[in-house]
């Protein structure tokens, strides 16, 4: 049976949301100015509904290693948890990581970070990917950088984040289904920090390269 969403944890954004959570089976883009903000806590609740359900969660090129304990405090098993990491060309290694992800239909979270590279995405290569979400019960979610808001996508979802004051984020909706939403969402992350550019993961979760089978 699919689920159409998973509610964010955030009563105030899944009032937002069409369907009351983030979509799955479709495409959902988080443009960011930088990373560090906070942008990866306010996908952690969702993320441990997912976890608690045994549901197998894939994150593709992530900029700074996760880590782990923030990871296992916020309810997220490490077992069922594989990082994947492009070794040659990033953008398109971590697209082309997570349309095989998607089609391996093993698991429940699919979450990629494309770099600033300066470089425009091909809009075909989105399009395949929110093709191979609509296959899916997936959620599938894609951090890019905020100048990605001037290019077309075919993503169901956009939203763009900034830091306000420590510990919340600033929510802007630039696409949905639905009427437009009217004001920005501000969220406080009650201290979630699942990325920590000053420590190392420990008790490390299973880690590939792109082009390894993931299975």
Same mark, same amino acid.
């Given at each position: 049976? *699919? ?7 955030? $009563? %105030?954004?899944?009032?937002?949301? /069409? ?46 290693? $996760?880590? @782990? ?20 060309? $990033? ?9 095989? @992800?998607? *089609? ?10 494309? $770099? ?8 075909? @290569? ?7 979400? !609509? ?8 951090? %890019? ?16 984040? !900034? /830091? ?12 949905? %289904?639905?009427?437009?939403? !009217? ?22 979760? %299973? ?9």
């Amino acid at each position: 049976v *699919r689920t159409a969403s998973v509610a964010s944890g955030f $009563p %105030r954004l899944d009032r937002e949301l /069409p369907g009351g959570g983030w979509p799955t089976g479709a495409l959902t883009e988080i443009l960011v100015a930088g990373h560090g903000i906070g942008e990866v806590s306010m996908l952690l609740p969702a993320l441990a509904r997912l976890s608690g359900a045994g549901r197998w969660q894939i994150w593709i090129a992530p900029p700074h290693a $996760p880590y @782990a304990p923030a990871l296992v405090q916020a309810g997220i098993a490490l077992s069922r948890l594989i990082v994947v990491t492009p070794e040659h060309a $990033p953008q398109r290694d971590a697209l082309w990581s997570m349309e095989q @992800a998607l *089609r391996s239909s093993v698991c429940g979270a699919v979450v990629g970070w494309l $770099p600033a590279t300066g470089r425009a995405v091909p809009y075909a @290569a989105l399009r395949r990917l929110q093709v191979a979400a !609509e296959d899916s019960d997936v959620l599938v979610m894609l951090f %890019r950088p905020a100048e990605a808001s001037r290019e077309a996508s075919p993503a169901v979802l956009r939203l763009a984040v !900034e /830091p306000a004051e420590e510990g919340h984020l600033t929510v802007h909706i630039l696409k949905r %289904r639905g009427l437009p939403a !009217e004001a920005p969402i501000h969220l406080n992350l009650n201290r979630h920090h699942a990325v920590d550019r000053r420590h190392p993961a420990k008790a490390p979760a %299973r880690s590939i390269a792109a082009g390894e089978p993931i299975n």
